[in-house]
Each structure stands twice: as structure tokens, then as C-alpha cells.
């Protein structure tokens, strides 16, 4: 696991933003993508280039049970409105909310065998989940539908309206699922990321309570993380 420590999260989108070109040019066809604030600032680096992501293929974390992709705060409208409707990829595949569990877990199961995804750009929550699994997630795990706990619709009632609209269930590939990517990318900024940092990094082994410690496991995790982020490893 390679740690990049940096001074803020415009140069830590910077990093990642290079990262994500580099895997292009070299030939990365399929990029796993994430939603949140973390990677905003990476998408925007994106849109405003002349990278051409017309051959790649894309497909993400994960999506609110019962949200349309036309509703404001699904994962497709942000992927939309952050980076597909600039910089449109061959094809884009996210969960679909709306689907039938045991049919949507089917469909993006096999989405996910045909498109192997080449760089995986992840979020950390604070309780140390990675797309939407929740501690207690199986290791093992692959796309499945999740109840999210208080700790998350907490930190996500801010892009809704009250917290009684943000969705209870979401789906997300499972932690096996991410692991199959050849290369992982976590970004982390801000001071509300701290315990989760240090939680993953000081990590010997992977722990169920703590979702992003499947990671000490991969061969190739880079964690780009700012000061503030960093505070309590360093
Ligand atoms: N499902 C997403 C995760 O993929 C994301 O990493 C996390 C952190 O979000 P933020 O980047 O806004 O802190 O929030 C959500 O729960």
C-alpha cells in the first residue's frame, strides 16, 4: 500500500488526475469510478483536459435503492452532471436503483465480469467504508443491497433536502468485487477522514468492522491523502 501524502485535496485531485491519464495512455480501458465530494474536484480536472475516454468503458460503486437516474441525488445524475455529459465514455454502467434486487444484483454481477475494471478511484466513510459496505460487510462480498447505517445517512443527508428522503438501501459491488481491480486508487481529504486513515493504514489485516481493510490485501493501493486527513498517522 502506497501512501502519497499531500498538502490539500486540489493537489491530491491533481495526483489523481494524473494517475487516471497515465492508466489511459498505458492502456486501461475500464475505469471503476466512485460519487462524493472526494472525487469531485479529480472529475472536474478531467472534464477541463482533453483527455478522450470515447474507447473506455465505465462503471461505478454504487446507487440508491428506489432513485431514478433522472432524480437529483442518484449516482447517475451526479456521475451525469460531474463528468459523463463532458466526457462521455463508450459506455457507463451504475447499478439501477430501480431494478428488482435479486435481477439487478444479476445484471451488474455480470456487467462487472464482462468490463474487469483496470483503476478503481475510491471514497473512504468515516466509519471505513468503501462504496456503500457498511462494517460488518462479508470480505468476501460481491454486489449486493445494503440498509445503510445512521453514520452514513448522516454524513449524506447534507445533499438532500430532510433526512427523511435519504434512501435506506442502496446497492454496491461487494468488497471482493473491488478487489478484483488491477489497480485501486483511495483518495481521502479533510479532517473528518482522519480515524478512517489511520483505521485502514495501521491495519495488519483485513477486519469486517472496518470495510476498507480488505485493502491491506491488494497489490497495488495507492492512498493519496491531504495534511488534514493524514493527522493521525503522521
Ligand atoms: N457511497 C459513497 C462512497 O463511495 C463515498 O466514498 C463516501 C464518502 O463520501 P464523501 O467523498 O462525500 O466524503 O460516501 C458514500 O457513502
Known sequence: MEILYVNSKEEGSQKGYEMIREALDNGAKVFGLATGSTPERLYEKLTESDVDFSDAISVNLDEYVGLPGTHEQSYRYFMEQKLFNQKPFKESHLPDGMNEEQAEIERYEAVLSK?????????????????????????????????????????????????????????????????????????AFGEDKAEAIKDLVTATEPTEDIPSTVLVNHPDVTIIVDQAAASLIK
Open 115 to 187: 468490463y474487469p475494471v483496470d483503476i478503481q478511484i475510491l471514497g473512504i466513510g468515516h466509519n471505513g467504508h468503501i462504496a456503500f459496505n457498511e462494517p460488518g460487510t462479508a470480505l468476501d462480498s460481491h454486489t449486493h443491497k445494503v440498509a445503510l447505517t445512521q453514520s452514513t445517512i448522516n454524513a449524506n443527508k447534507r445533499f438532500f433536502e430532510k433526512e427523511s428522503d435519504v434512501p435506506g438501501y442502496a446497492y454496491t459491488m461487494g468488497l471482493a468485487s473491488i478487489m478484483k481491480a488491477k489497480k485501486i486508487l483511495l483518495l
